[in-house]
């Protein structure tokens, strides 16, 4: 069974302040892939960014950056700098490619307020 | 970025009424799937779809649940009886022949029940 934990219900920063989202992962498979969606209060999901099990290199796209850490199957996603529109909820998942159908096991998810 | 579309982005229904929900997607999409989201709660997988067949179901996806893609382009997902406890944002996602691990959301369906 697959299972995604993001242990932080809720995170309150100041604008400017960097922001990091946990997300640890369990599965039996070697081979995975993880993502990251956005859910701003309008309510569509927004992909962020995927990576897969055997790419362990840390990502950065302008103010956000990914650090994979498979040998504490960790996934966490910083925000740096951030401003009020980065406000949403974050979501962490995990989609096993040897399923049938690469279905998506999401975590509970954390929300982010940036306060100006 | 391809885009799937949904309709209705709202529907308000009273309970044991069927309703049936729409998702459009770009033609070269293989895999389709529907999520659920209970209102503060995480995304759920309800069913996926893949080459006009069911590929897997959660146990969510019971017997007063289906999909079909009717007409080769619109993909639906019907609940036969509403029950107040389906009240929820029902997500269309789409994973392309590219890339079908890679799924991108449609803006959802808010569904209440009352």
């Known amino acids: 069974a697959q299972k995604v934990t993001q242990a932080q219900t809720e995170i309150s920063v100041v604008e400017k302040e960097d922001v990091t989202l946990d997300c640890v992962y369990e599965?039996?498979?070697?081979?995975?892939?993880l993502f990251w969606y956005k859910q701003p209060p309008s309510g569509e999901l927004v992909f962020l960014i995927r990576?897969?099990?055997?790419?362990?290199q840390n990502e950065i796209s302008g103010r956000y950056s990914w650090n994979f850490q498979k040998s504490t199957s960790s996934f966490n996603f910083t925000i740096t700098a951030s401003q009020v529109v980065d406000s949403a909820v974050y979501f962490c998942?995990?989609?096993?490619?040897?399923?049938?159908?690469?279905?998506?096991?999401f975590g509970a998810g954390t929300t982010v307020t940036v306060r100006a | 970025e391809p885009e799937v579309t949904q309709t209705p982005s709202h529907q308000v229904t009273q309970m044991g009424q069927e309703v049936i929900l729409r998702c459009v997607p770009i033609s070269n999409h293989l895999y389709f799937y529907w999520y659920r989201q209970i209102l503060g709660q995480k995304v759920e997988f309800l069913v996926s779809f893949y080459n006009n067949e069911i590929s897997e179901k959660s146990e969510i996806f019971d017997d007063q649940f289906s999909v079909e893609r009717p007409d080769g382009s619109n993909f639906t997902l019907k609940i036969r009886s509403t029950k107040l406890e389906d009240s929820a944002m029902y997500f269309c996602?789409?994973?392309?022949?590219?890339?079908?691990?890679?799924?991108?959301f449609g803006p959802g369906t808010r569904l209440t029940v009352t």
């Open positions: 599965t039996r498979d070697t081979t995975y892939y």
């Open positions: 996602a789409r994973g392309t022949s590219q890339d079908y691990y890679e799924q991108y």
């Open positions: 998942a995990l989609s096993d490619p040897r399923s049938n159908d690469y279905k998506l096991s």
């Open positions: 990576r897969n099990s055997f790419d362990e």
